[in-house]
């Protein structure tokens, strides 16, 4: 998918996830041609349970959004604390937040039999809502 050009990537990003829900249960005070642009940033992965997302007080350099499936936050003493569902970010209270933490505040295990994200990188993604003013504003509210 990596190796794919933009116009292919969201063709298989269509076929491969529910881009309209996305759109309307995440980010949905962003104009479709700005959640164009955001899309256009992210990979979709799928992970099988027990695959560690992020670990606590490792250096996160990508943001992930759970399309389907579920994970669960531990934090350093492995005492699950909660579960991440469909349409949430992995790790913290959302995209901005996300974006800006550098080191990660708990564990996140995949639950599920598989889990399928969304996987962006975060110079690629901050890039993007940087040059955006719209997207800016609909990720700072």
Not at 44 to 62: A, M, N, S, W
Not at 94 to 105: C, D, F, M, Q, T
Request: negative net charge; glycine residues 6%.
């Amino acid at each position: 998918v990596s190796q794919m050009d933009n116009e292919s990537r969201m063709k298989w990003l269509d076929a491969a996830i529910d881009k309209e829900g996305i759109h309307r249960h995440v980010f949905p005070s962003l104009h479709k041609v700005d959640f164009g642009r955001i899309m256009r940033k992210a990979t979709c992965k799928e992970f099988p349970q027990g695959h560690v997302l992020i670990r606590e007080g490792e250096k996160t350099d990508v943001v992930y959004l759970i399309v389907s499936g579920t994970a669960e936050v531990r934090h350093n003493s492995g005492e699950h604390t909660w579960d991440v569902q469909s349409s949430q970010f992995v790790g913290t209270s959302g995209v901005h937040s996300s974006l800006y933490i550098e080191r990660a505040h708990e564990t996140v295990v995949v639950t599920s039999p598989f889990a399928q994200v969304l996987e962006w990188k975060k110079d690629k993604l901050i890039r993007v809502i940087e040059n955006n003013p719209n997207i800016q504003a609909a990720v700072d509210a």
